[in-house]
């Protein structure tokens, strides 16, 4: 039975609703807000709800915070790998919302920052395990040289993914490279594909990343696959944006559920078009849809589609 195991950070969000960002030294009103679990928590979530088991092997705190993560990953059924840290509580991110759904983060980390080498050969990897690697942890001076050395004693059969993230300029080239080059899959969105590659234009960028399978989210327009046969545009869905936060988790997420399920990478990614498309009409992080709701919103653009 596939499994998900996530090696990133599973932090809480303090999310608040602006209608525009304040200006440098400034302030504005918020119209709404309240606090979720976050970063890790939202691909693992995303990978639950369309059917796929799945593992937190991250580090989490003492405290509020964590106490909160270790809840949240409970009641959506993810499993917890590691011990909880008796030093440090699991760190947060402040999310600010705009009007158009946009969302900017500012992040300060805790004990998810603090996943050493010793603490990932705890974890047992099984054959048909879908590792998940976040470009958060491989840009931390404790996490990223630790996860660039355990995944060199990965089994080559296991899949891993790469998500790098909006920290992607960060991750030294040291710790990155390895990475990339053990990823057989790398999934990221328009900017973090121009951060690896130079390339503007998404087809461009995805051709750059073809030595491996690679995938780039392009909003609203869907995403574009390259794998070793073929690049394709995968086409989204329309629908009213009310927040953008979480979305790329939801993709991701979706489309590891798809491969873990056997589906062909382009029906995998069509799903993972339609579970993002659901996600960014809800507010909040873990706002990812359920296998049902991705399933009728697919029978209803295409009635084929759930069952190819």
């Given at each position: 039975?596939?499994?998900?195991?996530?090696?990133g950070?599973v932090i809480?969000?303090?999310?608040?609703y602006?209608p525009?960002?304040?200006?440098?030294g400034g302030?504005?009103l918020?119209?709404?807000g309240?606090t979720?679990?976050?970063?890790?928590?939202?691909?693992?979530?995303a990978a639950?709800r369309q059917?796929?088991?799945?593992a937190y092997?991250?580090?989490?705190g003492t405290?509020p915070?964590?106490?909160l993560?270790?809840k949240?990953?409970a009641q959506?059924?993810i499993d917890?790998?590691?011990p909880?840290m008796?030093?440090l509580d699991?760190g947060?991110t402040v999310a600010l919302v705009?009007?158009?759904?946009?969302?900017t983060?500012a992040t300060t980390?805790?004990?998810?920052?603090?996943l050493?080498?010793?603490d990932l050969?705890?974890?047992?990897i099984?054959?048909?395990d879908?590792?998940?690697?976040s470009?958060?942890?491989?840009?931390?001076?404790?996490?990223g040289?630790a996860?660039?050395s355990?995944l060199s004693?990965v089994?080559p059969?296991?899949?891993v993914?790469?998500?790098p993230?909006p920290?992607?300029?960060e991750?030294?080239?040291?710790?990155?490279?390895?990475?990339?080059?053990?990823?057989?899959?790398?999934?990221?969105n328009?900017r973090e594909?121009?951060l690896?590659t130079g390339?503007?234009?998404p087809?461009k960028?995805?051709?750059?990343?073809r030595?491996r399978?690679?995938?780039?989210?392009?909003?609203?327009?869907?995403?574009v696959l390259?794998?070793?046969?073929?690049?394709?545009?995968v086409?989204?869905?329309?629908?009213?944006?009310?927040?953008?936060n979480g979305a790329?988790?939801a993709?991701t997420?979706?489309f590891?559920?798809?491969?873990?399920a056997?589906?062909?990478?382009?029906?995998?990614?069509r799903?993972?078009?339609?579970?993002a498309?659901?996600?960014v009409?809800r507010?909040?992080?873990?706002?990812?849809p359920t296998?049902?709701e991705v399933?009728?919103?697919l029978?209803?653009?295409?009635p084929?589609?759930?069952?190819?």
């Amino acid at each position: 039975m596939s499994r998900l195991v996530h090696v990133g950070q599973v932090i809480v969000d303090i999310v608040m609703y602006v209608p525009r960002l304040p200006e440098r030294g400034g302030d504005v009103l918020a119209t709404g807000g309240g606090t979720e679990v976050g970063g890790g928590f939202n691909v693992l979530t995303a990978a639950v709800r369309q059917g796929l088991t799945a593992a937190y092997g991250g580090m989490h705190g003492t405290g509020p915070w964590g106490d909160l993560a270790r809840k949240r990953l409970a009641q959506e059924h993810i499993d917890v790998l590691q011990p909880k840290m008796s030093a440090l509580d699991t760190g947060f991110t402040v999310a600010l919302v705009d009007a158009e759904g946009e969302r900017t983060f500012a992040t300060t980390f805790g004990a998810e920052g603090q996943l050493r080498t010793n603490d990932l050969r705890r974890i047992q990897i099984f054959p048909d395990d879908i590792v998940y690697v976040s470009g958060y942890g491989l840009a931390l001076p404790v996490n990223g040289p630790a996860v660039n050395s355990w995944l060199s004693t990965v089994d080559p059969g296991i899949t891993v993914v790469l998500d790098p993230g909006p920290l992607a300029a960060e991750i030294p080239e040291a710790v990155l490279k390895p990475v990339i080059d053990r990823a057989d899959w790398i999934s990221c969105n328009e900017r973090e594909a121009k951060l690896l590659t130079g390339e503007d234009d998404p087809v461009k960028a995805v051709q750059a990343l073809r030595r491996r399978n690679a995938i780039v989210r392009t909003g609203a327009g869907g995403c574009v696959l390259a794998t070793s046969d073929d690049v394709i545009a995968v086409p989204g869905f329309p629908v009213e944006v009310v927040d953008t936060n979480g979305a790329g988790d939801a993709h991701t997420g979706a489309f590891m559920a798809g491969l873990a399920a056997g589906l062909p990478p382009r029906q995998a990614a069509r799903r993972a078009n339609a579970a993002a498309a659901i996600a960014v009409t809800r507010r909040g992080p873990a706002s990812a849809p359920t296998i049902e709701e991705v399933h009728k919103l697919l029978s209803d653009e295409e009635p084929g589609d759930v069952a190819d």
